[in-house]
């Protein structure tokens, strides 16, 4: 029979969850209903009562063990919810149920397995590393992966994994109080000075676990009470850097909203002086200084006008946060953390408890605080270690969807269509980062040549030359990662390593622990959001360039606003540059023309659902039709293949069986022009008489007049369709002069 | 007078893990536990006693109730009435 419950946790038969319980053991009776309740257990599942009732923590193994078999017996797979609720109380299961639970569950199962061997410690370790930046890992699961790693008695691994998720689970801060201590007493200390409008004692206390996770002992020492604008005019010099905590409660003038114009400036003049004070510090004191914006508040004083009225609250905190970065913009030396993003997970009821407020003048709800402490530490951390300077980056099914090696290049995912195009946003991102100053290298298992799909994908964002250096080879990646580093002369701390293989990820952190080795969602369409969220990837102050950009950009704002005010439609479509390139399907476009039939509902003629045999059997030589295509692009951007259409062709006449095209650039034109190319490769190829059908649906209701806009007549119509046709000698090909045709080469 | 103030034996014995977490308290504890006897029970320390019992027993606290808690006794008092 096979193994329903690990013998490791039966074998030490005490508690299942490793602690003294301190509760007293049931009475008997409940036991018996328990028991017959474990008994039952298939009958339960199957009617949903009972078994979500038990305390699995007070169930001996052994009776655990007989469940999960008669269940196994039964023929009733273990629910994700009693797979959770066992494993959290410390029991195991089958090594065939564990397979299909999420990671952090299969985490638990491991170490709720582990004696406290010292040999385990290695296997374990990795494990962890995958749960320290999922922010999906379940709560009571996190905090029970710390309580058993304490009581195998490797607090370190339970301590770090705690910090890490301390924003989030405070509670597992719990499992490891005492093993805090010595831990902190590793790490390096940094001083850290703390002023307000309001109490920072709360702030204090959050940031002191905060900083531990981002590997710092915080000695926070706090101004006086309200006084951070004396703190800021006279600096102290003993310290590595201030945090200021700003709130607009403790930072208006009180009753600044009763005598409203007055009030406003008052308001006003303050946010002046704190931008003063802001430069002066940066200008006297060699530190940093982190100071966080005001967060928008959970009720308005103006109501629909909060954003307009002298008294309204959204106004006033704009424009303190607006002398805020006024500041910031003079002196690299200023940080300003933006509390709207700090706090955005919680909702903004919860920014504050007004009662605490009341008490003591807490600005901030405990979590709001927690939060911020996170955002002020992580700033903090990122300031001193500074962000990474290389991004080593995979190839295969993490810059493009499929395998070079497998699928050829023309197979490859990448460009504007599902699912390409995430693969295309993971560029752009890419080239986001380079363009903020962070080199690329490609690191792929691969033959060499693989890069040159760079150049022979039509669908890539990047280049071969937006590589700073590849390694492109069958080498484990550790070990390139390490010639790539002693090439580029930078040491591995320096570098950010992007890898959608588990195995690759865990070889890296194992052979080359310092490497920042994140864990990189699976679904490929989370990357590029996840990309962004990646800490060690921020930037922390402008560059030159950065700041040219910034003024050209404002310049050009300004410029295009003028513009905007005596703009017409006409203008509009002039100024978008666009340009259509007209093509035949062909092997690699037959799936997106296909795509389209299947997908269009708007501007679609006929509905015609053509699959990717029916497309591409018109695009075969002998075919008697032509599936022709667009690709439209403007000076924004490129839009991909947006418009295609059949016809078939019978001697000198032809019939338009579909013609549609994606809502992305309805309204430029691009239709008008597709339609004339159109018909002048069917004049091309010998056509005298063009007919097309509108065939009505529910949603197509914006092409009914299409073709009579094109010079198409009608022919015949009834509620079924209407039919138009097109002849030569009688009117003029239609066209757009907002439209750069040709076709494609 | 309340029955809670008179006995010795907690009703809610989690009130003693919770004194550990907060004021690292380990002594024992009695209904007429009171800041006198609790070194680190101040009043910013207050407010971390407050939400800890708001989230271990699942219940908000009013700023009147904030105020009335002023022992170990008036905790167990307060948790009764919100029918904990």
């Given amino acids: 029979m096979p193994i329903t419950y690990p013998e490791a946790i039966a074998r030490r038969g005490i508690g299942p969850t490793g602690r003294v319980s301190s509760r007293v053991p049931p009475a008997a009776r409940i036991s018996q209903l328990v028991d017959a309740a474990l008994e039952a257990a298939p009958e339960c599942l199957r009617e949903g009562v009972i078994l979500q009732s038990i305390d699995w923590s007070a169930v001996a193994p052994a009776k655990v063990a007989t469940m999960l078999s008669s269940l196994q017996r039964a023929r009733v797979a273990c629910p994700r919810w009693l797979a959770t609720a066992l494993l959290v109380a410390g029991h195991g299961l089958a090594t065939d149920t564990v397979r299909h639970l999420p990671s952090h569950l299969k985490v638990l199962q491991r170490v709720n397995c582990a004696n406290g061997d010292a040999r385990e410690r290695p296997d374990i370790a990795p494990l962890l590393d995958t749960l320290a930046d999922d922010d999906g890992v379940d709560g009571d699961c996190l905090a029970a992966i710390v309580r058993q790693l304490a009581r195998l008695g490797w607090s370190e691994e339970a301590v770090r994994l705690a910090l890490t998720h301390a924003h989030r689970v405070p509670v597992a801060l719990r499992h490891i109080r005492q093993h805090l201590p010595t831990h902190l007493e590793r790490l390096p200390v940094t001083r850290l000075r703390l002023a307000g409008f309001s109490t920072t004692q709360t702030l204090a206390d959050e940031l002191r676990p905060a900083c531990a996770a981002e590997g710092w002992r915080a000695d926070v020492s706090q101004a006086n009470f309200g006084e951070a604008i004396a703190e800021l005019m006279s600096p102290r010099d003993n310290r590595d850097g201030l945090l200021v905590l700003l709130d607009i409660d403790g930072f208006a003038p009180r009753d600044w909203r009763n005598s409203t114009v007055d009030g406003f400036n008052l308001l006003a003049e303050r946010a002046e002086l704190l931008g003063d004070a802001l430069a002066a510090f940066a200008e006297r004191s060699g530190v940093p200084l982190l100071i966080n914006t005001i967060p928008a508040a959970p009720a308005p004083t103006a109501g629909l006008l909060d954003r307009r009225h002298a008294a309204g609250l959204r106004r006033a905190i704009d424009l303190v946060n607006e002398r805020l970065l006024d500041a910031a913009e003079r002196s690299g030396r200023i940080i300003v953390i933006d509390a709207d993003q700090a706090l955005a997970e919680l909702p903004l009821a919860r920014h504050v408890e007004p009662k605490l407020w009341f008490y003591g003048r807490i600005a901030y709800s405990a979590d709001a605080t927690r939060a911020l402490a996170r955002n002020f530490a992580q700033a903090w951390g990122l300031l001193r270690r500074g962000p990474v300077k290389v991004v080593a980056v995979d190839l295969d099914n993490t810059l493009w969807g499929g395998v070079y090696g497998d699928d050829g290049v023309e197979k490859l995912a990448c460009g504007h269509d599902f699912p390409g195009n995430a693969f295309l946003a993971m560029q752009q991102e890419c080239l986001r980062l380079k363009s903020q100053g962070l080199l690329l290298v490609a690191l792929s298992k691969n033959n060499a040549d693989a890069i040159t799909a760079f150049e022979r994908h039509p669908g890539m964002a990047m280049t071969p030359d937006d590589f700073a250096a590849t390694a492109v080879n069958w080498d484990p990646k550790p070990q390139n990662i390490r010639r790539v580093a002693a090439d580029l002369n930078l040491g591995l701390d320096s570098f950010v390593f992007l890898d959608d293989s588990p195995q690759e990820r865990d070889a890296m952190r194992r052979l080359c622990p310092d490497v920042t080795v994140p864990e990189m969602p699976s679904d490929p369409a989370d990357r590029p959001l996840w990309l962004r969220r990646l800490t060690c990837t921020w930037p922390v102050r402008l560059t030159a360039e950065d700041e040219t950009r910034a003024a050209l950009y404002a310049t050009g704002r300004k410029a295009s606003r003028l513009k905007a005010s005596a703009a017409t439609l006409e203008d509009f479509l002039r100024g978008l540059e666009q340009r259509l390139i007209v093509g035949y399907a062909r092997k690699d476009t037959v799936a997106r023309v296909a795509q389209m039939h299947q997908r269009t509902n708007q501007f679609n003629l006929t509905t015609l659902r053509s699959t990717d045999a029916d497309i591409a059997a018109m695009a075969r030589d002998d075919s008697p039709g032509i599936a022709l295509l667009g690709r439209v692009s403007d000076k924004f951007g490129d839009h991909g293949i947006v418009i295609a259409a059949t016809v078939a062709i019978e001697g000198d006449e032809a019939v338009i069986r579909s013609l549609l095209m994606s809502c992305r650039v309805i309204g430029r034109q691009v239709e008008h022009a597709f339609l004339g190319e159109l018909l002048r490769e069917l004049a091309r190829r010998g056509v005298k008489r063009v007919r097309g059908d509108y065939i009505p649906t529910a949603k197509n209701g914006m092409v009914r007049e299409f073709y009579a806009s094109c010079g198409l007549e009608l022919v015949e119509a009834d509620e079924r369709k209407s039919t138009w046709s097109f002849s030569f000698d009688r009117a003029e090909l239609p066209s757009s002069q907002f439209v750069v045709t040709s076709w494609e080469a | ?84």
């Fill in chain 2, 1 to 84: 007078m309340d029955v809670g103030s008179q006995t010795t034996a907690l009703c809610y014995p989690e009130i003693v893990t919770i004194f550990d977490e907060v004021f690292q308290h380990t002594d024992a504890l009695t209904a007429a536990t009171s800041p006198d006897d609790v070194e680190r029970w101040d009043s910013l320390q207050h407010i971390a006693l407050i939400r800890t019992l708001e989230i271990a027993f699942a219940i908000q606290l009013s700023m009147d109730e904030m105020m009335e808690i002023r022992s170990v006794g008036d905790i167990e008092n307060v948790l009764r009435r919100h029918g904990v």
